[in-house]
């Protein structure tokens, strides 16, 4: 079955409230990505390969660094078009949609609020052109939900200090030109740092056979007794906050480009429902199949309301980190439930890679545990409702 044009769902009419720009936006980055993207990306999930042609064409759309400002290269973008773009990329694919989240923010992000002046000079715009592309190490081997415990370390040394640590699950890792590293320093105060390829004792191993983001490269960060000069430490990267600032960041746009996956879960499905018979009517006669696509789209409307809300938000400086980790679990939740939905639609279909739903049902396996898992961003609601931490100690 040949499929259709993309008909976006938007059940509440939420277009009427986006502006010209984030419109423009929007319908810039779907039309390039359908274009570019659409056409070779099984192909890559397949190989378990990043399609890093692709780089040149998302930096030029402004993909990297949506909401830095212009003077850093970025695309001064309000939050809302960015979360528009996280939705378009993550339509495609969610590989390609970390790879734009990693690069904006958790390396050009940190670097925007707690680089020097000199820094952001130095990187940002590089990092805007994709001339250079970054990760970020946080998790380690023995720490992921809980990054505190954190055992790589910083010491000083006179004009440099020395890395030493391993950091796990790291997007980008195995071709970033540098990497955002946290680590803890003699007080054990964590601290931000940039460290640069081909340093002495950096290597970035590549975490091979993943059944999930295929087309986006993850890897280890292993320092050892890596020699990094002190004007690579980010001068404000002090403490877990600072992380966790750059992790809100990156989580808002996963809340969006959920979306876009569901979105395009929830198309294909429709279009196939209505073109597959079976007992001589089109499967989506039956009460059946209306009752999965009516539940499809009541969850995805409710997750767009959700998005746009926040976004109103975000930008307005408003948001807390609480309301932003509900936004996240709720919307990858609800599209990983609705890939499996579609999927059930299109049955034996829905396993092949002649559509996009598998790829996504996997993709998405993995955006519910990364950027904080499904349970914990649940604590932090608890948390945040109760004033008790039931995951901390
Ligand atoms: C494809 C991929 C890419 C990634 N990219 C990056 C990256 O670029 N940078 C980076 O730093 N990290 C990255 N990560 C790591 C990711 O953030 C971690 O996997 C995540 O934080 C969870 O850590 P963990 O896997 O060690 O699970 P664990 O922390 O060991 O958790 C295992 C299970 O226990 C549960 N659990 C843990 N503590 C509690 C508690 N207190 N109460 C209830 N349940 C609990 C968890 O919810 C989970 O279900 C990536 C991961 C993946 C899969």
């Avoid at 055992?151 to 071709?175: C, H, Q, R």
């Avoid at 039956?286 to 999965?292: A, D, H, P």
């Avoid at 969850?299 to 998005?307: F, M, P, R, V, Y």
């Amino acid at each position: 079955m040949a499929r259709r044009k993309y008909n976006p769902p938007d059940y509440y009419w939420i277009d009427e409230l986006l502006t010209d720009e984030q419109k423009l936006v929007r319908d810039s980055v779907r039309r390039w990505m359908e274009e570019h993207a659409v056409p070779i990306i099984e192909e890559y999930a397949h190989r378990g390969e990043t399609p890093l042609h692709l780089i040149p064409g998302l930096a030029e759309l402004g993909l990297f660094g949506p909401y830095i400002p212009q003077e850093y290269g970025g695309a001064g973008l309000d939050q809302i078009s960015y979360g528009l773009m996280m939705q378009e990329v993550e339509r495609v694919d969610s590989g390609l949609r970390s790879l734009c989240s990693v690069q904006s923010s958790l390396v050009m992000y940190p670097i925007y609020k707690f680089g020097s002046e000199e820094q952001k000079r130095k990187y940002l715009p590089r990092l805007a052109k994709g001339e250079i592309i970054g990760c970020f190490g946080l998790t380690e081997p023995n720490h992921g939900s809980n990054p505190a415990g954190m055992e790589s370390t910083i010491k000083d040394a006179g004009d440099y200090v020395i890395l030493n640590g391993t950091k796990m699950w790291i997007s980008n890792a195995p071709f970033a030109d540098i990497a955002i590293v946290w680590a803890k320093d003699e007080e054990g105060t964590i601290r931000g740092l940039i460290v640069e390829r081909g340093m002495e004792g950096f290597s970035t191993p590549e975490i091979k056979n993943k059944w999930s983001l295929r087309a986006s490269a993850t890897g280890e960060l292993v320092f050892n007794e890596v020699k990094v000069p002190k004007e690579n430490l980010l001068p404000k990267a002090i403490g877990l906050r600072a992380a966790l600032t750059c992790l809100d960041s990156a989580r808002y746009g996963i809340a969006w480009g959920a979306i876009g996956a569901a979105m395009e879960c929830y198309d294909v499905a429709l279009q196939y429902s209505l073109e597959r018979k079976q007992f001589n009517r089109p499967i989506a006669s039956f009460q059946l199949i209306q009752k999965k696509l009516a539940e499809m789209l009541t969850e995805i409307t409710k997750a767009q309301l959700l998005a746009f809300r926040l976004g109103q938000l975000r930008n307005e400086d408003r948001a807390t980190p609480a309301q932003i980790s509900m936004a996240k679990r709720n919307n990858v939740a609800m599209a990983l439930w609705v890939a499996r939905e579609a999927r059930q639609i299109l049955g034996a279909m829905g396993i092949v890679s002649d559509y996009p739903i598998m790829r996504h049902m996997m993709n998405l396996e993995s955006v519910i545990t990364y950027e904080g898992t499904h349970e914990i961003h649940l604590l932090i609601t608890g948390y945040d409702i109760t004033g008790i931490s039931a995951f901390r100690g």
